[in-house]
């Protein structure tokens, strides 16, 4: 048995339903999901939007769909948005890029999950560490993150 990351440890300490699945380091959304056993669109990337000083944002975005600037502008009813580079991500969540999750982060930033992956039963969230995968029910994760859903995605290439 693996030692346990934050996250894996988070999440069992919520009581949500969950299975780790260990892979080797995926270097896109594509193999990650193809790794895992999973279609794209139920892997969930965790993008951190920077809306303030010191005030964050978790976005879960599936594979296959990007982020919509001007949707999540408006969902948070600001002007500007920015992403944090590796450093200060790695420094406003304890997780390096590639393993960046809610679950288990140093600090509970609000989350947005977007309201596409609610059509599956089953989505993967990273763990916490490069190859480290939390499968769960979207519903689940929802509830243990309080995470507001929300279309703030548009397809890849439209």
């Given amino acids: ?39 794209l669109g139920a892997l969930l990337r965790t993008i951190v939007v920077r809306r303030g000083e010191d005030d964050y944002v978790f976005v879960l975005v599936p594979g296959g769909r990007r982020f919509d600037w001007p949707k999540v502008r408006a969902h948070l009813g600001v002007k500007r948005l920015s992403l944090p580079d ?29 309201a596409s992956a609610m059509s599956r039963e089953l989505v993967a969230i990273g763990g916490g560490a490069h190859g480290v995968n939390l499968h769960l029910a979207p519903t689940d994760m929802i509830g243990a993150l309080d995470a507001e859903v929300v279309d703030v995605t548009v397809p890849d290439g439209g």
């Fill in 86 to 114: 590796a450093d200060e991500a790695r420094e406003v969540t304890g997780y390096e890029r590639g393993a960046i999750t809610p679950f288990g982060a140093t600090r509970a930033w609000p989350v947005i999950v977007d």
């Fill in 1 to 39: 048995m693996t030692e346990p990351t934050r996250a894996t440890a988070a999440v069992d300490a919520a009581g949500v339903p969950f299975r780790v699945v260990r892979t080797e380091r995926a270097h896109s959304a594509e193999e990650s999901a193809e790794l895992q056993g999973i279609e």
